[in-house]
Nanobody, 124 residues
Framework: QVQLVESGGGLVQAGDSLRLSCTAS????????MGWFRQAPGKEREFVAAISWITDSASYADSVKGRFTISRDNAKFTVYLQMNNLKPEDTAVYYCAGDQVRKITMPARYISNWGQGTQVTVSS
């Protein structure tokens, strides 16, 4: 079992930046990857970004490419999501996710480990 704890959400204006953090503890493994999903009211939880725990390979949803950057600090077991040029449509609860590399970009129902979520609200 992996425990994930997020921080860093908040209320910002369009064009502003935020950085989310997620720290993992518990039983990780060599093929582990971490990522971020988000869920807006009335919508399904959707993939945002993911990064392998071993390589620097990262994946992004088309809607955030060029604006969001995912990175990791292995020594701290922490993954970050730097969100720049935020838009009102980025408003959602952001969830940290952890699973095997082959699963981390799959639909949310396939993900085994979740954080508690952190609210990001972008006003226009």
């Amino acid at each position: 079992q992996v425990q994930l704890v997020e921080s860093g959400g908040g209320l910002v204006q369009a064009g502003d930046s935020l950085r989310l953090s997620c720290t993992a503890s518990g039983r990780t493994f060599s093929s582990f990857a971490m990522g971020w999903f988000r869920q807006a009211p009335g919508k399904e939880r959707e993939f945002v970004a993911a990064i392998s725990w071993i390589t620097d390979s990262a994946s992004y949803a088309d809607s955030v490419k060029g604006r969001f950057t995912i990175s990791r600090d292995n020594a701290k077991f922490t993954v970050y999501l730097q969100m720049n040029n935020l838009k009102p449509e980025d408003t959602a609860v952001y969830y940290c996710a952890g699973d095997q590399v082959r699963k981390i970009t799959m639909p949310a129902r396939y993900i085994s480990n979740w954080g508690q979520g952190t609210q990001v609200t972008v006003s226009s």
